[in-house]
């Protein structure tokens, strides 16, 4: 699935609701969602692990909605097949 | 371009670099890059915004590949066209 595509389906979805609730609610589901995931990758869970990643790539796609950005557009143009600081596919950055 | 795509270019790109830093470094990154993101919500920069996008996406597919976690399977089996709770399109859940 492409990730426009996804972010589409978390429009269908849930754009009603992500509106109402605003950016700065919808931001902060995200951050619950990403401490969520910390959380399940000290357990030994490998579906519950994959629910977690899914759940926050789709508070990102809401969150991406509600703030007009298109998601795909943005990794795509900042990742664009090489490391966006040292110009390098392997990325070869000396930090 | 499809999330697989994407995960597989930051596979390419920095796989080497993850793998050693290791889950708890990569998962911090996350949450940096995620403050980040929202920062950018409260300026008037849309570049900025989508580029801070691009970089939580990006860092969530450096920690799947590094916890070995397909992310668009992930996404697409919790988010198979409707809602996981109410099972319906769009969400109707009562909270």
């Known amino acids: 699935?492409?990730?426009n595509?996804?972010?589409?389906?978390m429009q269908k979805l849930y754009y009603h609701r992500d509106s109402k609730r605003g950016v700065e609610g919808t931001y902060r589901w995200l951050v619950d969602e990403v401490n969520e995931l910390g959380d399940a990758l000290h357990n030994n869970d490998k579906e519950e692990l994959a629910?977690?990643?899914?759940?926050v790539i789709a508070w990102l796609a809401s969150l991406a909605n509600i703030t007009s950005v298109n998601l795909e557009l943005a990794a795509v143009n900042k990742y664009n097949?090489?490391?966006p600081k040292c110009k390098q596919?392997?990325?070869?950055?000396r930090f």
Do not use: G, T, Y
Not at 5 to 9: C, S
Not at 89 to 93: D, G, L, R, Y
């Open 1 to 3: 699935m492409h990730i």
């Open 5 to 9: 595509e996804f972010q589409e389906l």
């Open 51 to 55: 629910k977690e990643f899914a759940d």
């Open 89 to 93: 596919s392997p990325c070869e950055c």
């Open 81 to 83: 097949n090489v490391c």
